[in-house]
């Protein structure tokens, strides 16, 4: 499909919006971008161009595509403009071709200013068989549905195709995935990725026979981009756990609770039973030393009246010193009669109960804290899992800027900034030390609802003002009220003192 240079040159300023998915493959679809180069070659006027193609995100300012669809780009001879045109908002770009690499087929694209989505990096292995989806713009759906040129530079969310691995191979000595999601011309230079968005591959190749192209595309392995992408000096995210579903994610959590609960019931079990064998052995003891208290009571009670009647015999015998020594005898022996009998245990049974906890008490923490997620209890998709160190005040302060809410024992807040198309819910548990941070991934649409449902609730300052704090409270709840039912990040930390 070739349009006319000049025509090029002349619509490159116009856009329209347009808005890309909710779900974590559309959540990827925010930062690929159409890619269009005119070039006019003065040497040879013949040889002027306009090509097109595909290209994501990887860092707020600059773009990845294949090195043949910015080729042009290279001609000095040429004059050439590289149009970036954004999968949603209201205008198209000027990019600058910052770093070209033929044998590898990849470049790297500089839009300026203006901030892009960028897409995380896939660096552990991939799995024949695992799904995936190519985003992209195909040559020949623009062929059945584009119109004019204004169509092309109009911000249009990317066509998405699914598939799955097939497997790797290699292309002119470069790695690259075998895949069974559609691709077509133009989707050169778009991302392959997986279930949670994150780039698996860049799409660059298809595999064409006499009938016309297979349905098998190539796309260079991940671990060769981030190499390029090093070479470069580039900062990009990059994310190695496997993509679990949020459903599988919910379910797994389930069964901890699950888990959880049978064992702090077993342990509530153990404990009443030893409490039960404690009580019995008790019981048995002061029954024992009861009988014991009986006996010496009644045997001394024995010897009181032998000895009081020995005493009588001796006293009406006028041996009356021997007489009082045996009524001494039979009177103490009265009185330790007596206080075996009065001093026997109770039969009242008053034990601390024995306790078997699978848990030790909550503390409330405070303080510096290192708080460190726990992978089998997060799902991530497109950020860092290093430690994070926060500071937490018992008044709901974090960081010394941050004011939480709490509700039912658990701080809260909603975080709607103005640089991201992203909100995140952040929930702190200082009981538990535990802290979750939760990404909803969203498109411009959303993303201005939620800034006025914010308001100017932009302060980077605690208070304990009762009226801003009322304020705060209403503001979140409805926030999170208005949050879309499903996530696409949630990253699960235990927080203790930092050293």
């Known amino acids: 499909m070739r349009f006319p240079v000049g025509l090029v040159l002349a619509a490159f300023a116009a856009a329209m919006s347009s808005s890309a998915g909710a779900d974590d493959i559309g959540a990827a679809a925010r930062g690929v971008v159409r890619i269009i180069v005119a070039s006019?070659?003065?040497?040879?006027?013949?040889?002027?161009?306009?090509?097109?193609?595909?290209?994501?995100?990887?860092?707020?300012h600059h773009i990845v595509t294949n090195?043949?669809?910015?080729?042009?780009?290279?001609?000095?001879y040429a004059d050439t403009v590289v149009a970036i045109v954004p999968s949603e908002g209201r205008r198209a770009l000027t990019g600058v071709v910052i770093a070209y690499d033929s044998v590898r087929d990849l470049a790297i694209i500089d839009v300026g200013d203006t901030r892009l989505e960028p897409l995380a990096i896939y660096s552990g292995p991939?799995?024949?068989?695992?799904?995936?989806?190519a985003l992209g713009y195909p040559g020949n759906v623009d062929r059945a549905t584009v119109e004019s040129m204004y169509d092309l530079i109009t911000p249009t969310a990317p066509v998405r195709a699914e598939g799955n691995v097939s497997g790797q191979r290699r292309i002119e000595g470069t790695p690259a995935l075998l895949h069974t999601a559609p691709i077509s011309r133009g989707n050169s230079g778009g991302p392959l990725v997986d279930e949670c968005g994150r780039v698996l591959g860049i799409n660059t190749y298809t595999a064409v026979t006499a009938s016309g192209d297979s349905p098998f595309g190539f796309a260079v392995v991940s671990q060769e981009l981030m190499s390029f992408l090093h070479e470069h000096g580039e900062h990009f995210q990059q994310v190695g756990t496997a993509c679990i579903s949020m459903a599988a994610l919910a379910?797994?959590?389930?069964?901890?609770?699950?888990?959880?609960?049978?064992?702090?019931a077993a342990a509530r079990e153990r404990g009443e039973k030893a409490q039960e064998r404690r009580e019995t052995l008790a019981k048995g003891m002061i029954q024992e030393s009861r009988e014991n208290h009986a006996v010496t009571s009644a045997l001394l009670a024995v010897l009181a009246v032998v000895a009081g009647a020995f005493g009588s015999v001796l006293f009406f015998k006028d041996r009356e010193r021997p007489a009082a020594a045996a009524g001494s005898v039979a009177a103490l022996a009265l009185a330790g009669a007596a206080f075996a009998f009065f001093s026997r245990p109770s039969l009242d049974v008053n034990l601390t109960p024995v306790t078997d906890s699978v848990s030790a008490a909550a503390v409330p923490v405070s303080g510096k804290l290192v708080c460190q997620v726990q992978p089998d209890r997060s799902r991530i998709t497109v950020s860092s899992s290093e430690d994070l160190p926060i500071t937490w005040e018992a008044n709901g302060c974090m960081n010394g800027r941050t004011q939480y809410v709490q509700e039912d024992g658990l701080w809260r807040r909603v975080l709607v900034p103005n640089g991201t198309e992203t909100v995140y819910l952040q929930e702190f548990d200082a009981s538990k030390g535990e802290y979750v941070s939760t990404r909803y991934l969203l498109d411009q649409p959303d993303m201005t609802r939620l800034r006025d449902l914010r308001g100017n609730l932009t302060s980077k300052s605690c208070t304990a003002d009762s009226i801003a704090l009322h304020g705060l409270e209403k503001t979140t709840e409805t926030l999170i009220a208005s949050l879309p039912a499903r996530s696409n990040e949630k990253l699960v930390y235990h927080c203790q003192p930092s050293s």
């Open 67 to 76: 090195a043949h669809v910015v080729e042009a780009a290279q001609n000095p």
């Open 40 to 60: 006019k070659d003065y040497s040879d006027p013949e040889n002027s161009s306009v090509g097109f193609g595909s290209g994501f995100a990887i860092s707020p």
């Open 251 to 264: 379910q797994r959590e389930q069964q901890s609770r699950e888990t959880a609960a049978r064992e702090e």
């Open 126 to 133: 991939v799995d024949a068989g695992q799904h995936s989806a």
